[in-house]
């Protein structure tokens, strides 16, 4: 008897196949399943062409947060937590909330900070200004910097 000293090779293509329709299959599911979230956020040109005056104000600075308001709206200052430094976001919905149940009801909402302010700050600022437990308090976001 003779035996053949010849290894069978393994194909891999039909399994590259297969593993290709799989990662198609499951970027496609995925992509239907997962909703995505969309924040409308004004350009930051409205201020200077002078229509923004009336715009609602919330400043982040290292000391904290300010809202700042049009006429007939009360200043509010938010300062950080001194044992972590975190932002007090709790209480700017709240404040939020105050100025939106006030006669005087700005439409929209500007957030200003400066370029070393990290971006997570900015972001959990803007939570705070739209989620609200009875609904979106300012849908109309404008981001600007110092």
Avoid: Q, W
């Amino acid at each position: 008897m003779a035996t053949s000293s010849s290894e069978g090779e393994l194909n891999l293509v039909p399994y590259l196949d297969i593993m290709m329709n799989l990662v198609i299959f499951m970027i496609v599911s995925t992509s239907l399943v997962v909703p995505l979230r969309e924040t409308p956020v004004l350009v930051p040109g409205k201020v200077s062409d002078g229509v923004g005056e009336d715009l609602l104000t919330v400043s982040i600075s290292r000391a904290g947060i300010s809202v700042l308001g049009p006429a007939g709206v009360a200043r509010t200052d938010l300062p950080r937590d001194p044992g972590t430094a975190r932002l007090d976001y709790d209480g700017l919905t709240a404040a939020l909330r105050r100025v939106k149940g006030a006669s005087v009801d700005p439409e929209d909402l500007r957030i200003v900070a400066d370029r070393s302010t990290p971006y997570s700050e900015i972001v959990g600022a803007v939570d705070a200004a739209r989620d609200d437990d009875t609904g979106v308090l300012y849908p109309g976001i404008e981001l600007s910097t110092l």
